[in-house]
């Protein structure tokens, strides 16, 4: 009964983008009340569809998006400052703004013990967090350019650019 109101009603009044076809006689009245298509949405897929199908790759937000896909960037240390990290721990982390090639400025921490930079110095820029200070997302390269190794380093030197020592005999 349902179906043979919902279809008298169709009839009465049809829709607009067909009215514009009827008027020209372009479309039978009849013919164009019914829909070619079913009117619930889609099916979604059956379990075995759904197992077969690959899942669409997430696209991974990076870490360090200032890099632009690089390994390292160079710039120019802008300003050199402390910062004291987050609540469990306590010291005093030297941090540099640095201004890249690219004209964007970011924090980058200074690993290991003492530095010799300064304003106006070049220095090459990697990725890598430092997990106490928010928003210091990047370090700075040490030995390279006009940044010096630590000195007297004999542990974990190729982080820190510190040669290997003489050997005495």
Same mark, same amino acid.
């Given at each position: 009964?349902?179906?043979?109101?919902?279809?008298?009603?169709?009839?009465?009044?049809?829709?607009?983008?067909?009215? !514009? %076809?009827?008027?020209?006689?372009?479309?039978?009245?009849?013919?164009?009340?019914?829909?070619?298509?079913?009117?619930?949405?889609?099916?979604?897929?059956? %379990?075995?569809?759904?197992?077969?199908? $690959?899942?669409?790759?997430?696209?991974?937000?990076?870490?360090?998006?200032? %890099?632009?896909?690089?390994?390292? $960037? $160079?710039?120019? !240390?802008?300003?050199?400052?402390?910062?004291?990290?987050?609540?469990?721990?306590?010291?005093?982390?030297?941090?540099?703004?640095?201004?890249?090639?690219?004209? $964007?400025?970011?924090?980058?921490?200074?690993?290991?013990?003492?530095?010799?930079?300064?304003?106006?110095?070049? !220095?090459?820029?990697?990725?890598?967090?430092?997990?106490?200070?928010?928003?210091?997302?990047?370090?700075?390269?040490?030995?390279?350019?006009?940044?010096?190794?630590?000195?007297?380093?004999?542990?974990?030197?190729?982080?820190?650019?510190?040669?290997?020592?003489?050997?005495?005999?």
């Amino acid at each position: 009964m349902f179906s043979a109101l919902r279809f008298s009603g169709q009839l009465a009044r049809p829709r607009a983008a067909s009215s !514009v %076809l009827q008027r020209n006689g372009l479309v039978n009245p009849v013919l164009s009340s019914f829909r070619a298509f079913h009117p619930s949405p889609p099916a979604s897929a059956t %379990l075995n569809q759904a197992t077969r199908r $690959k899942s669409p790759k997430k696209i991974v937000a990076s870490k360090s998006p200032l %890099l632009e896909g690089n390994t390292q $960037k $160079k710039g120019v !240390v802008s300003q050199i400052f402390i910062a004291k990290p987050k609540k469990p721990n306590s010291a005093k982390r030297k941090v540099a703004k640095v201004k890249l090639t690219t004209g $964007k400025t970011v924090q980058a921490y200074i690993p290991g013990e003492g530095h010799n930079l300064q304003d106006h110095s070049v !220095v090459l820029i990697r990725g890598g967090r430092t997990q106490d200070l928010p928003g210091v997302r990047y370090k700075v390269v040490r030995g390279t350019l006009d940044f010096s190794g630590v000195a007297g380093r004999l542990t974990a030197r190729s982080k820190y650019g510190a040669k290997r020592p003489k050997q005495q005999s």
